[in-house]
């Protein structure tokens, strides 16, 4: 089995990459960490366990994250994900409860307990590891791999112009984080940045694909150029609730002159944790702008050992319909049940 701890701010994104760990009969999630982000952490932590609620898995424990990030004012994103995270899905209120253990120390237990074996996954801002690792510095050491998704280096940010939102939200623990794994020793981590995981781009056709492969139609798609194209009649659950949630996202992506698509960031990032192997890194030492007027929260990667000795990997490349191959047929093969 692999052991993951899936850390999130759920929202869309996220809650796709949740089911995609869900419907990977191999993983072991062996805890869910919710952090203030998108939403604010009460509802993140809420998506969770509505969204373990509705796939039958309430025995995954949810660990609630710190109200706000470590030093910044929380920001939300509700414009990006809808007023309560998951754009137009009605999720079920779930009737479990969130863990009695935070989120920072869900981080070191879970480290402790699996050494050397668990996965490490962070969609949303780095606040629980970065408070997990002030309360205890080995949990990186500990850890077989982290992927982060997060930051933006040569491309344009999505918060700032140079700052990309899990960053921005609370750069002081993207900071204390990528440092933390200056340490020799210490497996750098996976990050996905804006510069891959934006290519990595849903189109309606990738939906009715979706729909098909779970035995659930129709998911009304008459022309990918039909701005109105997507809607759900679904008669599969996960799958009415996935798809309520991602049109939301397309309005967003659409509204802002992306086109009719919708970026998935997250579950990009979870299928790289489980396969590291579909992308391509370039080492780098990366560290987080925590002053500049204009560029707080701007990721720095330095690929030619100017400033220190890299800490982590950029992920540059991948084969992005591989990426929809896997992700439609695992999902769709787990909703069709
Ligand atoms: C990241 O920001 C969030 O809105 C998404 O869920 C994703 O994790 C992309 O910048
Ligand atoms: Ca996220």
Redesign the pocket.
Known sequence: MIRILLDC?T????SVALLYLLARRDVDIVGIASTA??VPVDVATANNLSWLQLCGRADIPVHVGSAAPLVAELMT?ED??GPLGVGYADLPTATMSPSGTDAADAWIDASLAYPGELIGLV??PLTSLATAIRRDPAVPGRLARLVV??GAFHVHG??TPTS???IAVDPEAGAEVFDAFSTAGVRPPIICP?DL?ESVAMTPDHVVRLAAAAGSEPVECPDPADETGLRSVADNVVIRHLVDALRFYFEFHHAHDEGYIA?L??PFAAMVALAPEIVETVPARVDVELDGRLTRGMTVADERAMTGEPNARIATATDVEAVFDDLIETIGAFARG
Do not use: P, Q
């Not at 929202?11 to 996220?14: H, L, Q």
């Open positions: 701010d929202g869309i994104d996220d982000g998108n994103a990006t994900h969609t949303g998704m997060g999505n918060t990309e939102w899990n804006l995981t970026h960031h997250d």
